[in-house]
């Protein structure tokens, strides 16, 4: 009898799941048809980037992409849409910077730079001195005070190109920019020039965060970075003329703290109400552009998810959400904030999802999760591949969705392909004529179709115990 009984479940398992399989790669069919057929994406892009713009956190524009957002969702008719406030900074960039470089008294070379977010300001007039080049914090330390004090550092240390990952190569060498000041300062420099993040040469100088920590504001010193083709005229200028002079203004300030939101809105569950599936990407940007890849794209990508359920009237047994976060660049206050909240409401996330690399082919995602968990995702590689999505990989997920990370959760990060990303990330050079059309809706379809495996078959584990 147990022998009859197990013969008929093995034969029963396998008609049902190839009819499971063909029924996912159906509905992964359908989703990226609708997303290339009838898409919204772009067009949101389009409003987001040429008629609101760059979108620094406490800018008036980030107030504007919230509003635009919101009323956005709520055209969806989605079950809830809402504000949540969230305290950012006021970091505001000021007129347009200017630098040169003196190789003599009456011999100048002007050269592209940007202010680095939360820089304090040169003197109005300017800041003028001799040039120390280095690669690293390690050769500040050789060098010393004696070498140092009084001089700009100029940071010289290029993202490494034969590094296939390109995050990779970025996450080599970010540190110079992000806690460059604070070291040099410690050796007596009174400011810092850091070569853009940037694996092209080009006249476009990258802006991005920066920190001074815990340090006094007495003494604190401004830094900017300069455009990868200056740098290098820079370095060997130095070469030929080690006594030269470079001389750079910026009029930037910090204000206090300001009142912005994350946009959140949602279609609740029929089955699991009470289990929530996040995708999301982040509201602000840089201001020196207007934030098309970064992170404009991924914020109407994550949009569309719900609207391609919408169209497909699909109905999710999990809570969908679809979460805009503020104040990504320049402090994550958007996503602590979020995960606060759900942590004080008791909310369980089982998936979260973000896209936060750009708007461009999608090769597949980054997962956190453990290996178990991993082994269902495995399952799913070959509902993908008709759509050119290979890369299912464990490692970081997103910035934003981080915090929301437990024992028994998934998170995960859309990549797509990143040879050109840093070509426009943080820079001038991030507008929407740099993102292609058919590309960001493939991702908006990639994000989609993850999105509705989870819902449909939650995690290898069930419901989890514990909950954020």
């Known amino acids: 009898m147990l022998k009859n009984l197990m013969s008929y479940f093995f034969v029963l398992s396998s008609v049902i799941l190839p009819a499971q399989n063909i029924s996912d790669s159906l509905m992964l069919s359908s989703i990226y ?32 992409s919230v509003q635009w957002a919101k009323e956005e969702l709520e055209d969806l008719e989605l079950d809830k849409v809402w504000l949540q406030p969230v305290l950012v900074p006021k970091w505001v960039r000021g007129p347009k910077e200017f630098a040169l470089i003196e190789t003599e008294p009456g011999v100048t070379f002007n050269v592209p730079i940007t202010a680095l977010g939360g820089s304090v300001a040169t003197p109005s007039v300017g800041l003028k001195a001799e040039v120390i080049e280095v690669q690293n914090f390690e050769e500040l330390a050789v060098l010393g005070r004696e070498n140092i004090d009084g001089k700009i550092v100029f940071f010289n240390r290029p993202m490494q190109a034969d590094l296939i990952s390109t995050f990779s190569a970025y996450g080599g060498c970010v540190n110079q920019r992000y806690d460059g000041a604070r070291e ?27 920190s001074y920590g815990d340090q006094p ?28 002079k470079f001389l750079f203004r910026q009029q930037c300030k910090q204000y206090e703290d ?44 994550s949009m569309e998810v719900l609207r391609l359920f919408k169209l497909l009237d699909y109905k999710p047994k999990r809570t969908l959400r679809v979460v805009l976060f503020m104040n990504e660049e320049n402090g994550l206050r958007g996503g602590r904030k979020y995960a606060e909240v759900a942590t ?15 708007g461009f082919s999608p090769r597949g995602f980054n997962f956190d999760t453990s290996d178990h968990e991993f082994a269902q995702v495995k399952s799913w590689k070959n509902l993908f591949k008709p759509y050119l999505i290979h890369y299912f990989e464990k490692g970081g997920s997103g910035a934003d969705v981080g915090p929301l990370k437990t024992k028994t959760n998934v998170l995960a990060g859309l990549r797509p392909d990143s040879q050109r990303y840093f070509d426009h990330h943080h820079a001038a050079t991030d507008t929407f004529e740099a993102v292609n059309k058919r590309e960001l809706e493939l991702g908006a379809a990639t994000l989609t179709s993850l999105i509705y495996l989870y819902d449909n078959y939650g995690l290898v584990g069930g419901t989890p115990i514990d909950s954020q």
Request: proline share 3%; charged share 20%.
């Open 33 to 64: 048809k609708t997303s290339l057929l009838n898409g919204k994406a772009y067009d949101w892009l389009d409003y987001m980037t040429n008629q609101i713009g760059g979108r620094l956190s406490g800018s008036l524009n980030a107030e504007r």
């Open 344 to 358: 004080s409401k008791g909310e369980t996330h089982i998936f979260a999802l973000e896209s936060d690399a750009g």
């Open 217 to 244: 504001v007495s003494q604190r010193i401004p830094a900017a970075a300069i455009s990868t083709n200056a740098a290098e005229k820079l370095s060997n200028l130095l070469k030929i003329a080690p006594k030269l």
């Open 184 to 210: 040099a300062s410690r050796y007596g420099a009174i400011g810092v020039i850091v070569r853009s993040m940037n694996l092209r040469m080009d006249d476009y100088p990258h802006t991005g965060a920066m």
């Open 258 to 301: 300001v009142l912005s939101y994350n946009v959140i809105g949602e279609i609740t569950g029929s089955e699991y109400p009470d289990e929530i599936i996040l995708v999301g990407g982040h509201l602000d940007s840089w201001d020196i552009g207007d934030g098309a890849h970064d992170d404009g794209a991924g914020c109407v990508q």
